[in-house]
């Protein structure tokens, strides 16, 4: 079973209801998505291993705990999750960057993919998977096993807003990956709408119609 992170801290929960807000316009939507990136990259990059070296202060010598290794990729779901990753990497600015193209179709709620670019990084470091919405789990599901075939060892999905019936799909194709998200939202609605949810991010962060 997919461990689900409901990250709870005021500072988001206070970013998320004015993402959420259908008066919010596109460039004060894109910063907050930023804004809330980097916090949950701070959640999802909490387990990472550390180790202790030895470092010298101006005053005394210390041991002192440092990453281990280097920093995961950072992968965008295009569109909407380079809103999100935005925040990642300003989290982890050495981390190198991918891109995983894929849109659903509007009647069939398939995903399908029009591109995608992997940085060879990707094998020896894992990967941490950006995009706000986490619907029926289809493009999710789609882009964790691209990023698989690419050969990241390890996957960490960061979402915004999550409906049930993602969080089981995926945990269903892929219970090795975490899902750190900032809501479990209630439910999908007729079209594959997140309800309550933020309506359509990548519409909102660029300013189209879907
Ligand atoms: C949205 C969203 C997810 C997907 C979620 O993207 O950003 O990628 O739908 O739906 P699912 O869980 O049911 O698969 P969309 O396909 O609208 O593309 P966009 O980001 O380019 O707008």
Same mark, same amino acid.
């Given at each position: 079973?997919?461990? +689900?992170?409901?990250?709870?801290?005021?500072? +988001?929960?206070?970013?998320?209801?004015?993402?959420?807000?259908?008066? /919010?316009?596109?460039?004060?939507?894109?910063?907050?998505?930023?804004?809330?990136?980097?916090?949950?990259?701070?959640?999802?990059?909490?387990?990472?291993?550390?180790?202790?070296?030895?470092?010298?202060?101006?005053?005394?010598?210390?041991?002192?705990?440092? #990453?281990?290794?280097?920093?995961?990729?950072?992968?965008?779901?295009?569109?909407?999750? +380079?809103?999100?990753?935005?925040?990642?990497?300003?989290?982890?600015?050495?981390?190198?960057?991918?891109?995983?193209?894929?849109?659903?179709?509007?009647?069939? +709620?398939?995903?399908?993919?029009?591109? #995608?670019?992997?940085?060879?990084?990707?094998? /020896?470091?894992?990967?941490?998977?950006?995009?706000?919405?986490?619907? /029926?789990?289809?493009?999710?599901?789609?882009?964790?096993?691209?990023?698989?075939?690419?050969? @990241?060892?390890?996957?960490?999905?960061?979402?915004?807003?999550?409906?049930?019936?993602?969080?089981?799909?995926?945990?269903?194709?892929?219970?090795?990956?975490?899902?750190?998200?900032?809501?479990?939202?209630?439910?999908?609605?007729?079209?594959?709408?997140?309800?309550?949810?933020?309506?359509? @991010?990548?519409?909102?962060?660029?300013?189209?119609?879907?």
């Amino acid at each position: 079973m997919t461990t +689900l992170h409901v990250v709870d801290h005021v500072l +988001l929960a206070h970013r998320l209801a004015e993402l959420r807000d259908v008066a /919010t316009p596109s460039a004060r939507f894109r910063k907050l998505l930023a804004e809330i990136g980097a916090i949950l990259t701070l959640e999802a990059t909490r387990s990472l291993p550390a180790r202790t070296t030895r470092i010298t202060t101006p005053l005394t010598a210390m041991e002192h705990r440092v #990453l281990a290794a280097p920093e995961p990729v950072l992968v965008a779901v295009l569109r909407a999750g +380079l809103g999100l990753m935005e925040g990642g990497m300003q989290v982890l600015p050495e981390a190198p960057v991918g891109h995983v193209g894929l849109v659903r179709d509007e009647h069939t +709620l398939k995903p399908s993919q029009y591109m #995608l670019r992997m940085p060879p990084e990707v094998r /020896t470091r894992g990967a941490i998977l950006f995009d706000p919405m986490l619907a /029926t789990g289809g493009s999710a599901a789609a882009a964790v096993q691209r990023v698989k075939e690419a050969g @990241a060892p390890h996957i960490r999905f960061v979402c915004v807003v999550a409906a049930p019936e993602g969080v089981a799909r995926l945990a269903k194709a892929h219970p090795d990956v975490p899902v750190y998200t900032a809501a479990l939202d209630e439910r999908l609605d007729h079209r594959g709408f997140i309800l309550p949810g933020l309506g359509d @991010a990548g519409d909102r962060c660029f300013g189209t119609e879907g």
